[in-house]
């Protein structure tokens, strides 16, 4: 098993300025996901981030508005930067074992 | 992008009832999981079926998986009032972790 913690677990924010989110697993795994699940939708992959290399984003999503960070092998950030109401979303980090581990979910409200 | 569809949107039905929702994919996999995600809650993961499997068991859930036709089901039976909440597929390519989520199906039970 896997447990993931995020921080913070919710956040209110104005147009403009940027969050970075935190995932914290409790041991050590290669690939870190992140995921973004807008109002009433599905979860859409962001991007995969490695230990020691660039993340690789999925079309859509681009470093300068998602920069990540992945300094070991237990700990990733995400930042959503110069943000707008459209990016109000839940963001979910995950790491796999013998089967996908999802963290809580940052909730993100940009006003 | 997402890589399923999921049938139907949304189902209603009364407790006792069994649910039925399906989930098409488009490419290859090896393996489709089903969550579970109450009121914009965090993810539940119900039941991981690999490609060389065709029906998997866990209490009250059966899944069933057919890659010749790209699809798989999901099936509750005997649903009670707590199952209300939206059910995703994921399809994993790869095994690595990285999902490409269904547009879910809303599913309400009611007393």
């Known amino acids: 098993s896997a447990v993931i913690s995020q921080k913070p677990s919710r956040d209110i924010c104005q147009r403009g300025t940027s969050l970075t989110i935190q995932c914290q697993v409790d041991s050590q795994v290669t690939m870190m996901f992140w995921y973004r699940q807008q109002p009433g939708q599905s979860l859409t992959l962001i991007a995969t981030?490695?230990?020691?290399?660039?993340?690789?984003?999925e079309s859509g999503f681009v470093i300068d508005k998602f920069p990540i960070s992945r300094p070991n092998l237990t700990f990733s950030t995400l930042t959503v930067s110069n943000m707008s109401p459209e990016d109000s979303s839940i963001y979910l980090c995950s790491v796999n074992r013998d089967q996908t581990y999802f963290g809580p979910g940052t909730r993100l409200l940009v006003l | 992008s997402q890589q399923g569809e999921e049938d139907p949107q949304a189902l209603s039905i009364q407790e006792g009832e069994n649910a039925t929702m399906n989930c098409s994919y488009k490419t290859s996999i090896n393996n489709l999981q089903w969550y579970r995600q109450n009121s914009g809650r965090g993810l539940v993961h119900l039941i991981l079926i690999r490609s060389n499997e065709r029906e998997k068991h866990s209490g009250r859930l059966r899944v069933t998986l057919d890659t010749s036709k790209k699809s798989s089901s999901l099936l509750i039976t005997a649903s009670r009032a707590a199952d209300t909440a939206s059910y995703f597929c994921a399809t994993d390519e790869d095994s690595w972790g990285k999902l490409q989520f269904g547009a879910g199906t809303q599913v309400v039970v009611t007393p």
């Open positions: 981030a490695n230990q020691g290399s660039e993340a690789t984003y």
